[in-house]
């Protein structure tokens, strides 16, 4: 079985652009999460989606936006980039949403450089 | 607001060397998970164990165990002999719940390095 897909796996981009951020979950699985990682920290939670409705928000800016296809792919976008949106941007995806109840399988990211 | 806190930053052994990472976490929760990731340099997050609050009994699997002390709020992880292929950011994280949903609160990490 195929893991948790991601694409691109790198991208650079130069400030004030959009970026869109793919991810394919696990077969079966029907959340997903997005986590950003800066570099010399561990992963902050970004967005939650189960079943094409957003669950979760975390702490940025509305310049981050997200949404889940019908079949439980999902998109990252972020408008007007930063320097510091610089980043592993991590998908996590989960049967039914939820890290407590059966865990969560990460992707192996998408390295975004801003310059 | 949760935390996780994972004072060491690097750690240097030599191949066959045990060595123990250290968490310490701060929640409000009664009930909640406590997780171990594995970070390679190819960037994916490797699921190491999951804890729950009400479960301190440690663990051995392999070369691996785990050391959960609610009294502390700790939850540190040991390699024996260690390997080079253990080299790697390892990452303790806390479940946090909220409106329905949980998500994972992690530490900065630790870099462990192993020489031959």
């Known amino acids: 079985d195929a893991g948790v897909t991601q694409s691109p796996t790198h991208l650079i981009k130069t400030r004030g652009q959009h970026v869109t951020l793919r991810c394919s979950p696990i077969?079966?699985?029907?959340?997903v999460s997005w986590y950003q990682q800066v570099l010399g920290q561990g992963p902050q939670f970004i967005f939650q989606?189960?079943?094409?409705?957003?669950?979760g928000r975390g702490n940025f800016p509305d310049r981050f936006s997200a949404r889940q296809f019908p079949n439980y792919s999902s998109e990252l976008n972020v408008n007007a980039l930063l320097l510091g949106d610089s980043a592993l941007y991590l998908c996590?995806?989960?049967?039914?949403?939820?890290?407590?109840?059966?865990?969560?399988?990460f992707g192996s990211g998408t390295r975004l450089t801003v310059v | 607001a949760q935390k996780v806190t994972q004072a060491q930053t690097e750690i240097s052994v030599v191949e066959k060397e045990d060595v123990t990472l250290d968490c310490v976490y701060e929640t409000r929760d009664t009930t909640y998970y406590l997780f171990w990731y594995k970070q390679p340099p190819s960037g994916e997050l490797v699921f190491l164990i999951r804890r729950n609050s009400f479960d301190e009994q440690n663990e051995i699997s392999g070369r691996y165990s785990w050391n959960f002390q609610k009294s502390t709020s700790s939850f540190n992880f040991t390699i024996t002999a260690s390997q080079v292929v253990d080299s790697a950011v390892y990452f303790c994280?806390?479940?946090?719940?909220?409106?329905?949903?949980?998500?994972?609160?992690f530490g900065k990490g630790t870099m462990l390095l192993v020489s031959p």
């Open positions: 989606y189960y079943e094409k409705e957003e669950r």
């Open positions: 077969s079966g699985h029907k959340s």
């Open positions: 994280a806390l479940s946090e719940e909220s409106s329905g949903y949980s998500t994972l609160t």
């Open positions: 996590a995806s989960s049967l039914i949403g939820g890290v407590r109840e059966n865990g969560y399988t």
